[in-house]
C-alpha cells in the first residue's frame, strides 16, 4: 500500500475533522484535494480569483513564478525560443512530444490544408462596421465558425475534436488578416501555403495583389518567437474561460470565442495594446516619475501596464527572452533611435529601483515587450491582443482537448459566499408607496 499524505482540518466549534489527501505533482507545489469539505465539515472554501485554488490536473505546461521556470511538454521555454519554430511548438502541446521529420511533414501538411477561410466568412466580416475593433470581429467570427461545421461538432469523438484543434490554428491567421485588411479597405489575401506559418500571416497582413511582397527575415524570427512565448500558460483567465465553457459541453469555437473575449481586457492579452497607449501618454522620459507616482496611489486606479504578473514573483522568463529580441529588432530594422524605447527602457529602470515596485515583486511582463516589437514591425496597435490570441490557440485548444481525457472531468461550477439582502417576503406594488 502506498504512504497517502493527510492533512486534517478541523473545525474548533463542532470539533468534526476531516482528512485531505495531498496529491503530488511532477513539479511544483503539491495540492491538497479538499473534496470531502463540504460533506464532512459542511464549508466551502474562499478564493477569490482562485489565487490558491487548482481547478484541474494538467501535464501540458509548468510554471515555477518563484523561480521565473516556464517549461512546455517539460522542455524549458528559453530552449524552445532558441531552437524551435511556432508550428513545431503546436505540435509539441497538442501531441504532447516534438514531431520526428516524417510526423513534422505530415501535420505541416495537415495544417495548410485547413488554412483558407469560407467565403461565406467573409461576407460575414463585410456586416462589421469599418473601425469595428479587431479583436471584437474576431470573438464573433470564430464563434460562427461553428456554423460552417456542422458534421464535424461531435465533441465525443476525438478526431471532431483534433479537427477543430487543427482547423482553428490553421485558420486563426487567415482570418485575423481578413479583419485587418477589411478595416483598412484593401482587398482580402488568400494564404500562400509554399510560406512558413509566420510568413503567411504577415504575406496576408500586408501584401497586395498589386505588388511583390517579401517580409524581412528579421521580422519573421521576432514574430515567431513572440508567438512561441505566447502559446500557453497554464491555467490563465483565457484558458480557464476556455475549460470552463468546454465542461459544459460547448463547442470548441464558442469556447475558444470565449477564450478570445476574456483575453481582451487589459489585465489580460489586452496588456501590450494598453502598453503602448500608456507609453504614448507618458511620451517624455521627463515625465515617468510623475506616472510612478499615480501608480503607487491608492486613490488612482492607473497602473503601470506591462508590470506585474499573478503568477510570476521573481522574473518573467518570458520578459527576459523578449526584452533581448525587442533590443535586436529594433538595431536591425535601423529603428534603433524609437523614443518610444527610451521611454520604456527609462521607465523600466525608475520602476525597477523604487521600493514600492521591489516590495511587491512588481517586473516588467513579457506584454512589456512584446507590445514594442509589434509595433517595430508596423502591426497597427488594434492587432496587438489579436496577434497574441492567434499565438494562443494552440494552448486553449490543447487545454480543451485535455479536458476530455481527465477522468475526473465535472461541469465547472464555482460556489461563492452569499451576502446580499436576507430572505424576506414579496411586497405588492399598491403597498410600496
Ligand atoms: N502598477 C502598480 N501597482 C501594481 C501593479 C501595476 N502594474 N500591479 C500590481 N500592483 C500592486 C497592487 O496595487 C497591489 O498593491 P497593494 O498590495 O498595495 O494593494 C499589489 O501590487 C498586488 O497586486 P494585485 O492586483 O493583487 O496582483 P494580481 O496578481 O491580482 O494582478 C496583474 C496581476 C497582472 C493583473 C497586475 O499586476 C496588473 O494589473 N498589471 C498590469 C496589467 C498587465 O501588465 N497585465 C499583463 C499580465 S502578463 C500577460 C498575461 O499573462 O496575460
Partial sequence: MTNRRLVTITDNASGSSVECEVLEGVHGRSVLDIRALPSKLGYFTYDPGFASTASCSSAITYIDGQEGVLLYRGYPIEQLAEHSSFLEICHLLLYGELPDKARWKEF?????????????????IAGYNHDAHPMGMLVGIVGALSTFYHDTLDISDPEHRELAAIRLIAKLPS??????????????????????????FLQMMFSVRAEPYIPSPVAVRALELMMILHADHEQNASTSTVRLAGSSGANPYACVAAGIATLWGPAHGGANEAVINMLQDISDPAEIPKYVERAKDRNDPFRLMGFGHRVYKSFDPRATIIRQACHDLLQDLDAGNQPLLEVALRLEEIALQDEYFIERNLYPNVDFYSGIILRALGIPLNMFTVIFAISRSVGWVTHWMEFFTADDQRIGRPQQRYVGAARRDFVPMKDRG
Avoid: W
Avoid at 505541416?108 to 460575414?124: C, L
Avoid at 479583419?179 to 510560406?195: A, D, E, H, T, V
Fill in 108 to 124: 505541416n501538411a495537415e495544417i495548410r490544408r485547413h488554412t483558407m477561410v469560407h467565403e461565406g466568412i467573409r461576407r460575414f
Fill in 175 to 200: 482570418i485575423a488578416a481578413d479583419c485587418y485588411k477589411y478595416s483598412i479597405g484593401q482587398p482580402f489575401m488568400y494564404p500562400i501555403n509554399s510560406l512558413g506559418y509566420v510568413e503567411n
